[in-house]
């Protein structure tokens, strides 16, 4: 705005020109962006606006009968009075689209999902005369064993890809096609004992070279990420080996598809270089390669390095449930641990920048769910570096503030005695916590708008977003010309 504005001329009744604010609103509406600093700044409105809008339960049905899902749900519902112990259920995976369009999910009973999201969107904002979703809307619902990651192709948003913790295989289906058979299985190379005994590695998560759909990659519970390039074979062409033959729940591609970011049951954070010291040498070689990581990282001990949280808390190895990276800011990886907390690694510096603890369970009377087999896995807002994750101990979410810069509540460096809040902040950015009717283990975030899905441990999905208001009912009042 200031470039169109005719700078006042000095004269002896005013030597000096007027200093005056930049417009910050003004220069946003001229150029249409918005900086990343401006954004966060607004978010704050963003946040408080958040809440649970609907909720979708797991009971659908196959060929007529209940799905396993649908079984085992109505099952723990009908057990929980006699004690009996909870059988296997819950919400394993959501992923959206790269658009926004179709939501799939999986569940620990093993059915695979893939919903139309703006068909769950109008029946929470009540858009639609239905009350349930119609089951006919999706395009796929079939079901296998258990199921414990999904993720869909990047270059091929036809193909969705699922693994389990019990299967040394990867199952591929199209959506385009009506069949439960996969178009395709990717298979690990077979490990065999020295009695001659197969050991079997089921694949904890999936991620696909964004440039190209045949490549993909899936870390094993030996603490292996397998590197697939279908176009070869079905088995892996490389193996990326962490420093122990544990479980990696979680893997990352950065985004030139250069690093491999791995994590898991030892709580460290490890990274491969696929490019090998020049171009892409892991999919030059049809025979099958295994590398060492370029680097290891344990979470506790730079959580020591933190002089505040060392004086107030003890800082014991936790697992790590998942990682990812920042969609807004790459370089800021955030990571889940076992006990609830999370944080950002900043894989510039390889420092922790950003840290979040949550109250324990006992402080507010909340039990700690005796079940370890979920494993929760947040999900970033696509701006303004929000990170969303399922509380560990009561039923909601938190929605925190991992902007990359002291200002953020939870960077290492925030000062409280100064506040977050800096010259010409409207408002100061807290972290959110969002009450909800579940138990939360999955989180997924519209690529577009934000809406959050949340996947259950009960089974179900829950949106949350903005509620709808129409300014068209009775307590509408125009605006006169003193409201502008």
């Known amino acids: 705005m200031d470039k169109y504005v005719v700078p006042l001329s000095p004269s002896p ?75 296997r259920e819950g ?38 005369t239905c009350v349930k979703e119609d089951e006919t809307k999706h395009l796929v619902h079939l079901t296998t064993h258990q199921l414990d990651a999904v993720r869909w192709n990047l270059s091929n948003q036809d193909e969705v890809a699922c693994s389990s913790m019990q299967s040394n295989e ?27 005994c197969e050991v079997r590695k089921g694949l904890s998560d999936i991620a696909f070279i964004s440039t190209d759909k045949s490549r993909l990659l899936a870390s094993d519970v030996y603490g292996v990420v397998n590197i697939w390039d279908r176009r070869i074979s079905n088995l892996p062409c490389l193996e990326l080996m962490a420093n122990n033959h544990d479980t990696l729940n979680s893997i ?26 020049r171009t892409p040498v892991a999919f030059q070689s049809n025979k099958e390669a295994r590398h060492p990581p370029l680097t290891s990282l344990k979470i ?7 002089k505040s949280l060392k ?29 609830g907390w999370s944080g950002v690694l900043d894989t510039n510096s390889f420092q922790v920048t950003h840290v979040h603890c949550p109250p324990p369970a006992w402080l507010d009377g909340s039990e700690t769910s005796i079940n ?55 408002r100061s950015m807290q972290n959110r916590f969002v009450p909800l009717s579940e138990g939360v283990t999955v989180c997924a975030a519209h690529p577009l708008n934000g809406t959050i899905i949340a996947g259950t441990k009960q089974s179900s999905l829950l949106v949350i977003s903005q509620k709808r208001q129409s300014c068209c009912n009775g307590d509408y009042n125009r605006m006169d010309d003193n409201d502008y």
Not at 398 to 413: G, Q
């Open 13 to 87: 009744e005013n030597p000096k020109p007027i200093r005056r604010p930049r417009w910050k609103r003004s220069i946003v509406e001229l150029d249409g962006m918005l900086s990343s600093k401006y954004r966060h700044e607004i978010s704050s409105l963003l946040l408080d606006s958040y809440s649970e809008i609907g909720a979708f339960g797991h009971l659908y049905h196959i060929d007529g009968a209940k799905c396993p899902t649908h079984m085992n749900r109505v099952g723990n519902v009908t057990s929980t009075s006699n004690q009996v112990p909870i059988r």
């Open 91 to 128: 919400i394993s995976g959501v992923e959206f689209d790269t658009k926004g369009i179709y939501l799939a999910s999986v569940t620990k009973s093993g059915c695979l999902t893939v919903h139309d999201f703006e068909t769950l969107y109008c029946l929470s904002n009540g858009l639609s």
């Open 170 to 196: 990867i199952l591929l289906y199209d959506i385009g096609y009506i069949s439960s058979e996969p178009i395709e299985v990717l298979r690990r190379r077979p490990t065999i004992t020295v009695h001659g």
């Open 252 to 277: 990352k591609l950065n985004v030139e598809n250069q690093v491999v970011f791995g994590a898991g049951k030892h709580g460290i954070i490890y990274a491969w270089d696929l490019r090998g010291g």
């Open 300 to 306: 506790s001990m730079m959580l020591e390095k933190i």
């Open 311 to 339: 004086e107030q808390s003890n800082i014991f190895s936790k697992e790590i449930h998942s990682i990812d990276i920042d969609p807004s800011c790459p370089y800021q990886l955030a990571f889940h641990l076992d006990d």
């Open 372 to 426: 370890c087999s979920y494993l929760r896995k947040p999900s970033w807002l696509p701006t303004c570096s929000i990170y969303a994750v399922g509380a560990s101990s009561n039923n909601g979410i938190h929605l925190l503030d991992f902007y990359p810069d002291p200002s953020s509540t939870c960077h290492v460096d925030f000062n409280e005695d100064i506040g977050s809040v800096s010259e010409g902040k409207r």
